[in-house]
Structure formats: C-alpha cells, structure tokens
C-alpha cells in the first residue's frame, strides 16, 4: 500500500547532497603506501589518519557529564495598548530589571505600587527609550539558549501569560517581525555553517500542539496523528510516540515546517484577541555535534524546546460558549497543574519526598524535563497593560519560576572508532533481519517495519554525516600540510639547497598518506550515501 508521508519526502531531500570531491594535494602524483606506524607526527605536529572502522569491540566511553545548576531565567514582556483593550490607561512601568504594577483602578482599597525584579523587564511603547524589539529579545533573552543548546544542554524557553497578552507575538512573531523561535533558527544555520570544519551537524525538528489535553503531530495530516501519546525513554525522558521528525538543512526548511504547523495549529477569535490559539504548541529542535577527533567521535546532543502555551481566560471577558468554553476550561486547566508543578518546585519546604504534580496534566508531564530535571529553562512572562488582575498573577507565577532550579547536564558521549566498527555489525546484522522480512509479502506488523526502516535511515544519515565531518578535517589536515610544503620548498630553491636533506620528503609521505587514506573515506562516503538513497526509496515507498 502507497501512502504519502511529507517527513520521508524531507528524509529524501534533506540527504541527497552532492558531495565535493576530496580535495587533496599530491606533489609527485604519487599516493604512496600507507605506512603500518608514522614517523612523520613529529615533522608536521600533525597527527596521522586513523584506520578505517571495521572491526567490534569495546563499549561506549561516556565522559564523565559537565553539569549545572541554574535557577530558571525569567523575563517580563509588556505588549502596547491594542485595539481590543477595554481600558485605556496603562496599569505598568519598567526601569531596567525591575517592572512596577500601578494599583488597581477598580478597587476602593488602599493600594501601593507593586514592584518586581526579574532577569529582563521589555518594554514595548516604540516611542520610548527602553523599547525592546524583537531582535533585542532574542539577543538579550533568546540568544544564549542557542548557545547553551551547542554546549550540548537541553534547554527550553515557553512563554506565559494570559490571552491576548503578546505570547505568540514574542515567540512566532509575524513575517515582518518575527519571534523568538525564527530568529532563533536563522541564527542556529548561521553558527552551523560556522562549525564547518570543526563539526558536522544535524538537526531534526518536531511540532505538536497539545488541544483539549491530546497531543496532534502538526506535521502529518495522517489519521493516527492525533491523540499520541507520551512515553519515557531508556533514560526517563519524556517524549512524544509516534510524532514525526524532519531533518532539516538549511534555515528555509524549518520555517517551512513551522508555517505548516501554525497554519493548522488550533486558534479562534474571542473578544479578547482576534486570533487567539487555543492549544499549547511545541516546537522542538533536536540539534547532534559531531566531532572527530584522535581517531574516535565526540557526540553532542541537545533538545531545544520553545512552547507558546495558550492563554489563561475569564470565560465572561472572552464570551466563549461551547466548543470554545470547553477549549478554555481545558487550557485553564492544564495552566493550574502548570501553576502547581512551579509552585512546588519552587518550594522552600521541599522535601525529596514531595510528588510533583506533573503527571496531572499532557502539558506538564511533556515538559517535566524542562521544568525540574536537566534543562536549562527560559519563561518569558507576557503582560498586558491593563489588566490588574491578570497581569498580578502573571507576576507572581513568573516570581515563582525565578527560583527553580534546574540541573541541566551536558550530552556528551565518546565513541571510539572500534565501538563505531562493533554499532555498524550490529546495525547490519539488524538490516539483514529486514531485508528477509521486506522481501516475504505479508508482514506481521506494518509499523513497525516502517520504524525499523526509519532508524536504518537514521543511521546512514549519522554515518554520512560522520564521514564528512572526517572528510572535511582531512582536508584541513591536507591544507596545513601543503602549504607547509610549498613554503619549505620556496626557501630550499632559494637558498639552493636539495629537497632531499632536510625532511621535506617526510612531509611529502605524510601527504600521500593522508591523499590515499581520504580516497578510502571518500569510497566509504560513496558507499554511505548509496545505502543511505536504497532505503531512503524504500521509505518512501511504504
Ligand atoms: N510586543 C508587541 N508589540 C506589538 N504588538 C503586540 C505585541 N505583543 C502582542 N502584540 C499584538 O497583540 C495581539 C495579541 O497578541 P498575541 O496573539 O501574541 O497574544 P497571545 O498571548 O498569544 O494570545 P492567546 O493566548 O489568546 O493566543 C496581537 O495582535 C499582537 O500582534
């Protein structure tokens, strides 16, 4: 049976790459043998190739983890007065970190100002001098969980507050002004390309929303991609079954699927704001550094999540009635689990013992990694400027979220070139198994073939992009060496000296080790990338 599936079509796309030939240099256009030990490490300070991986052995040496504890960082966003604000007169004030609630207008009670300190208070009366736009958010708030989503942390920046209060604004934005999130992924191809040379990089994206507390893949339009439900991992991480991923090589590519996925995101008008969303959506980037080096793989992995949560309502300002009243009285009341869950990790008095509420609600055990485990985590607090009542709990959640802590690790794991030999048997062994029930006409269970090939492809990705990232340092190594050559070489006519006394035919064997062992790797990527294309097609056709 043929079926369409966009995120094989991206799997398709996203690795059919032409690849650049291996650039390297060879004075006598002579490749040389390869020698069983290098006597030449010592004449360029360069160290020669590795082998080739092929055999099994031992297992995966995990460094010990770099970890940090961090307080939650939590900033404030006042949006301007709209046209859909029933008051006029502007309830809040912001010097540097601090924001200032005025009292209440409707209240008889003898009121003082209100004052809160957080991380960063943004302003957003473009007249005035303390406007923040769109890019100082994201430099000034968004931009360092890039950074530490590279250093290898899982981090997660959501934003909250009531509706209409500017949430989406800050993290989708709109095409001439965008948000967080886009901002956020431009720069992240921008430090990839960056890394080039250095890394090989990989990122997957996923987004869901969570409506009416299920969780819907909204990038798939099949039938079972709705009501999906949330797993754990070998490592007790939550995740989403089942919710597609793409692999995504350019910054073009993710805006593409984020636009896709807003377009069928649930939203609705209601008094308070003409295009409120009515579910919790999560963005997600699942960003794999791989770096080779001394003839073993350095493997950085993080999870960046950005969630726009929809907005805490008052059913009688919103007017909202059936499908509408049923959607807000779900939001509110996965926001109150949320409420709680923060409520007790911030607790003074908490003991080990205390159970956190996360399991009450889709939306917090989703997140409970980022809440309360290893995450470094961002809130950014909208605010209206008019309503007292809702922007005081909005302030006072956000006061309470400044003082989790979280205690984010860095994912890294060391894999050495014989570990790398022993995981592609495994892998091949398993691929044999599948290719015997491919070829028998009746199988047992559709899915999960289509998983298992779905992981093969993975695989062939990781591998092809493994072997760049060695082919790329190759030739650096090659480059180094060249010009190394070339200069010695220019001094030795010059002062009339022969080549051969002096140790430049040292570098010259370096290089034509270097020359036969990038051939071998550029067959190995050859090899890779015609695995890779095989079961892309079958994929496909499933
Ligand atoms: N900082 C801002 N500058 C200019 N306009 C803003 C700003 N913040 C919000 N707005 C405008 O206010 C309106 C409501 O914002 P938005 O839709 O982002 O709210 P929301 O919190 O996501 O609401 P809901 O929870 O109902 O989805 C929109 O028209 C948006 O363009």
Not at 445 to 472: G, M
Request: include cysteine; proline fraction near 4%.
């Amino acid at each position: 049976m043929l079926k369409t599936n966009p995120a094989r079509e991206n799997i398709k796309r996203g690795t059919t790459k032409a690849h650049s030939p291996l650039k390297l240099y060879n004075p006598n256009g002579n490749t040389g043998s390869p020698r069983s030990e290098s006597p030449l490490k010592a004449a360029s300070g360069i160290n020669p190739p590795p082998p080739v991986l092929t055999r099994p052995s031992s297992p995966l040496r995990c460094k010990s983890p770099v970890r940090d504890s961090a307080n939650v960082k939590v900033a404030v966003r006042v949006r301007p007065l709209i046209a859909e604000d029933a008051e006029v007169s502007c309830l809040l004030s912001m010097a540097g970190q601090d924001t200032f609630l005025s009292p209440d207008p409707t209240s008889t009670r003898q009121q003082e100002k209100r004052s809160f300190t957080f991380d960063k208070s943004f302003w957003s009366a473009s007249k005035d001098s303390n406007f923040a736009s769109q890019e100082d958010v994201y430099e000034l708030f968004g931009k360092e969980f890039l950074d530490h989503s590279l250093e290898g942390y899982n981090t997660c920046i959501f934003a909250y507050g009531q509706t209409g209060s500017g949430k989406s604004y800050t993290m989708m934005g709109t095409e001439s002004e965008p948000g967080i999130i886009p901002q956020l992924c431009s720069d992240l191809f921008e430090r990839i390309e960056q890394l080039q040379g250095i890394s090989s990089v990989s990122v997957r994206a996923s987004f869901c929303e969570i409506y009416n507390e299920q969780v819907r893949d909204l990038l798939s339009n099949a039938k079972t991609s709705t009501n999906l439900k949330i797993r754990e991992n070998s490592s007790r991480e939550p995740y989403v079954e089942g919710l597609s991923e793409f692999t995504v090589k350019n910054v073009a590519q993710v805006l593409k699927y984020l636009k896709q996925g807003n377009a069928i995101r649930a939203t609705a008008s209601t008094n308070m704001n003409s295009h409120s969303s009515r579910s919790h959506a999560v963005f997600s980037l699942e960003i794999r550094q791989l770096t080779y080096e001394d003839g073993g793989t350095e493997e950085k992995r993080s999870l960046l999540r950005l969630v726009d949560l929809a907005g805490s309502e008052r059913t009688n300002a919103t007017g909202a009635t059936g499908q509408r009243l049923r959607e807000g009285s779900n939001i509110n009341k996965s926001l109150v689990t949320l409420g709680r869950v923060i409520s007790a990790l911030a607790s003074d008095r908490r003991s080990t013992l205390q159970v956190i509420p996360y399991r009450e609600s889709v939306l917090t055990r989703l997140l409970q990694d980022s809440l309360g485990g290893n995450s470094k985590t961002a809130m950014i607090a909208c605010i209206s400027p008019t309503n007292y009542e809702q922007t005081l709990s909005t302030l006072r959640y956000a006061v309470q979220a400044k003082h989790i802590t979280t205690e984010a690790r860095v994912n890294q794991d060391r894999i050495d070139s014989e570990q790398q030999g022993a995981q592609i048997e495994e892998m091949q062994k398993r691929l044999n198994d599948l290719q015997l029930k491919l070829s028998k006409r009746d199988q047992p269970d559709e899915s999960s073939v289509i998983a298992k090939v779905a992981a093969t492809v993975r695989f062939y990705e990781d591998r092809a992009a493994l072997l760049e990232a060695r082919c790329r340092k190759l030739e650096q190594q090659n480059d180094l060496l060249t010009d190394k050559l070339e200069r010695t070489a220019q001094i030795l006519r010059t002062s009339g000296q022969s080549l051969a006394a002096t140790g430049v035919d040292r570098i010259q064997a370096l290089i034509s080790e270097y020359t036969q062992f990038g051939q071998t790797l550029s067959q190995d990527r050859e090899t890779v990338s015609n695995r890779l294309d095989y079961w892309t097609a079958i994929l496909e056709a499933m």
